[in-house]
């Protein structure tokens, strides 16, 4: 069975301060994995997803598949990143998503 | 339109009433996804539809009843709902094809069940 674990449920860090938001899963195949974010009172939105290896705000994440890990970092975090964090699995193309519990970003001043 | 749209955005309902969900997306999404959030959780997969066929019952109970008229359009028919079905329910759309593409949601539906 597929699973994606996001071991922290909070975490507060400063702003200019890294960041790193842990994400594993368990799944046998080759897994599609995306990081979604909710911004206060705004919908779940894209972050990013593992195949296109992209920056987004500032944000990466790789895929890593000796761990099964797929962490999302940014290196100087920024107070508009304060939001809740999914990390998400997807292993057909019928959108069947698993989305991991959430971290919940705050950064203070 | 980029968007997904879902009305109403808030819904009293008894446990005898009958309501409906709303959700529009205008951007030839092929896909569309009913997922149910409770406070502070993730999303949980309900129920998909591909080219407006039910792909993907995620063994909802038949008090749930979802309707897709056609390609812009995705209903959840609610009846007979139990207090613990309260929570905030959110439409999907993607795009299909090889590899899952990316979901765009809706704002969500926030439903209490008196």
């Known amino acids: 069975a597929q699973r994606v674990t996001q071991p922290e449920k909070l975490l507060s860090v400063f702003k200019g301060a890294p960041v790193e938001l842990k994400c594993n899963y368990s799944?046998?195949?080759?897994?599609?994995l995306f990081w979604y974010v909710q911004y206060s009172r705004q919908r779940l939105q894209l972050l990013l997803r593992?195949?296109s290896r992209e920056s987004i705000k500032g944000f990466t994440a790789d895929l890593n598949k000796g761990e099964t890990s797929f962490h999302l970092k940014k290196p100087f975090a920024q107070e508009e990143d304060s939001a809740m964090y999914y990390c998400?699995?997807?292993?057909?193309?019928?959108?069947?998503?698993?989305f991991g519990a959430g971290t919940q970003v705050v950064v203070t001043p | 339109d980029t968007e997904v749209t879902q009305t109403p955005k808030h819904l009293v309902m008894g446990m005898t009433n009958k309501k409906s969900l709303k959700c529009e997306q205008h951007m030839g999404h092929r896909a569309m996804y009913w997922y149910k959030q409770k406070a502070k959780k993730p999303p949980e997969l309900m129920f998909v539809?591909?080219?407006?066929?039910?792909?993907i019952n995620e063994s909802v109970p038949s008090r749930f009843s979802p309707e897709c008229p056609n390609s812009s359009l995705l209903n959840l028919h609610l009846h007979a709902l139990q207090p613990e079905d309260s929570a905030l329910y959110l439409c999907?759309?993607?795009?299909?094809?090889?590899?899952?593409?990316?979901?765009?949601f809706g704002e969500g539906s926030r439903l209490t069940v008196l």
């Open positions: 799944y046998s195949g080759s897994p599609e």
């Open positions: 539809y591909s080219y407006e066929k039910l792909s």
């Open positions: 998400a699995l997807s292993t057909d193309s019928w959108g069947k998503f698993q």
């Open positions: 593992h195949i």
């Open positions: 999907a759309s993607s795009l299909l094809g090889g590899s899952p593409g990316e979901l765009f």
